[in-house]
């Protein structure tokens, strides 16, 4: 911590919060949850859909990044063992 100025520590935490803040206000911003394949944890994100492209961005200072081009969809429901991996999940 010698060396390091306290300015410095504010400037970074003030640009991840802008950050975050930022890609939480886009056009189009959808929050969703994402379980990666051979992954059990869910990880919290925002999407913007363009076209057939998927664009994901890992919250809270976005540091993961990815975009998968998608050829089809479908929506369901969480079944009730998926809901207790999610913990904040809307009741039915």
Same mark, same amino acid.
């Given at each position: 911590?010698?060396?390091? $100025?306290?300015?410095?520590?504010? +400037?970074?935490?003030?640009?991840?919060?802008?950050?975050?803040? #930022?890609?939480? =206000?886009? &056009?189009?911003?959808? $929050?969703?949850?994402? #379980? &990666?394949? *051979?992954?059990?944890?869910?990880?919290? *994100? &925002? =999407? +913007?859909?363009? %076209?057939?492209?998927?664009?994901? #961005? !890992?919250?809270?200072?976005?540091?993961?990044? %990815? +975009?998968?081009? +998608?050829? *089809? /969809?479908?929506?369901?429901?969480?079944?009730? !063992?998926?809901?207790?991996?999610?913990? !904040? /999940?809307? %009741?039915?």
């Amino acid at each position: 911590m010698v060396g390091v $100025p306290l300015w410095l520590c504010a +400037v970074g935490l003030a640009a991840l919060v802008f950050r975050n803040r #930022r890609l939480r =206000t886009r &056009h189009g911003d959808i $929050p969703v949850r994402v #379980r &990666h394949p *051979g992954k059990t944890r869910w990880a919290r *994100g &925002h =999407t +913007v859909w363009v %076209s057939d492209v998927l664009s994901w #961005r !890992q919250s809270p200072a976005a540091w993961h990044e %990815s +975009v998968f081009h +998608v050829v *089809g /969809a479908t929506v369901r429901g969480a079944d009730p !063992q998926e809901r207790k991996g999610l913990h !904040q /999940a809307a %009741s039915p």
